[in-house]
């Protein structure tokens, strides 16, 4: 992860940790897009459009299908065990 090294002493000093941007992944990580791109999604803004090409989507959602048995046995939504692998895998920064 690169971090801007003005920041770290913030972080360091104020106890703050960083958050991972977008860990939901746009929302991918939700089943939002499992059938598609919904018209109220990010995807359809055009600085954004270039992410939900179907070959790009195609690949990504048969990844995050796979993770849907992971969550069916620990009893919660997708969005949970995207945002719990975030917590379980933050690293102190240096400093």
């Not at 703050?16 to 995807?43: C, E, H, M, Q």
């Not at 299908?65 to 620990?74: H, S, T, V």
Request: proline share 7%; with cysteine.
């Amino acid at each position: 992860m690169q971090v801007e090294s003005e920041y770290l002493p913030l972080y360091k000093n104020h106890g703050i940790r960083l958050t991972t941007w977008s860990p939901l992944a746009f929302g991918v990580l939700t089943g939002k897009y499992n059938f598609g791109v919904p018209p109220d999604s990010i995807f359809v803004v055009e600085n954004y459009k270039n992410l939900s090409s179907q070959s790009l989507m195609d690949d990504v959602l048969k990844k995050v299908r796979k993770l849907q048995p992971i969550a069916d046995e620990l009893d919660v939504p997708m969005s949970q065990l995207a945002i719990a692998w975030c917590a379980a895998n933050c690293h102190t920064l240096p400093g």
